[in-house]
């Protein structure tokens, strides 16, 4: 067994990856976020639409997104993996659950996960699936904003995404922090300027992302 199988198959090894396709994760989220803001922009997503289509037409941009793909499949089955070590590590829970170690969603990772995926799994069959595999932007039958403005026009994906937002920042409130300490970037200096940023990350992109549907439900973007 090589060094390589011996790091994936080994509990650290697997929690090493958890932390590079994290952080991956995470900067496609401050990229993702800050083109879908365009919208805020109120100019009938001239300017969401241009930076959506210049994504989609760069070459760097489109292999990214397979390597991107890669990375969350590796999450998931990872994660997977994590929790069912924990599982058969401790088959019969514990009676009384300690706070001051852990908090409820430090403990609850895998339903914020599955809610995540479920969410993700709805998220890319309105969007990326629509841009991506049908003719029906890359046609001109219309844009990726007016795709946007269809399907949340309807209440209940409008709370879909909603609740996938709340799963989210809880996700990425343990994960941040968490991810940096699976790397070994703990140090009193910088651990502290950490948690704030994975604090802060945790509020602010789940806050946009949840404001876009809810704002075009209410027409508040045009």
């Not at 994660?79 to 829970?93: E, F, H, I, Y």
């Not at 409820?104 to 991506?132: A, D, I």
């Amino acid at each position: 067994m090589s060094w390589v199988t011996k790091t994936l198959s080994s509990s650290l090894g697997r929690k090493l990856i958890m932390a590079v396709t994290g952080l991956s994760l995470v900067a496609f989220l401050l990229v993702h976020c800050g083109i879908n803001a365009c919208i805020f922009l109120n100019d009938g997503g001239e300017t969401f639409n241009e930076a959506a289509e210049f994504m989609a037409k760069n070459f760097f941009i489109r292999a990214a997104e397979i390597g991107l793909f890669a990375g969350l499949i590796l999450h998931i089955v990872d994660g997977l993996m994590l929790w069912s070590a924990n599982k058969k590590k401790r088959p019969v829970q514990y009676a009384v659950v300690s706070k001051e170690n852990s908090t409820w969603y430090s403990r609850s990772m895998g339903l914020l996960g599955t809610l995540l995926l479920l969410f993700l799994v709805m998220h890319l069959k309105h969007f990326w699936v629509v841009s991506r595999f049908t003719d029906v932007i890359t046609g001109g039958q219309k844009t990726l904003f007016q795709e946007m403005q269809e399907v949340f026009a309807s209440p209940i994906p409008v709370i879909v995404y909603v609740v996938g937002c709340i799963s989210l920042a809880y996700h990425l409130l343990h994960g941040v922090q968490s991810a940096f300490q699976s790397l070994g970037w703990n140090h009193p200096k910088y651990t502290p300027f950490v948690k704030a940023f994975g604090s802060w990350f945790a509020i602010i992109i789940p806050v946009v992302f949840a404001a876009m549907p809810i704002a075009m439900h209410l027409g508040l973007i045009k």
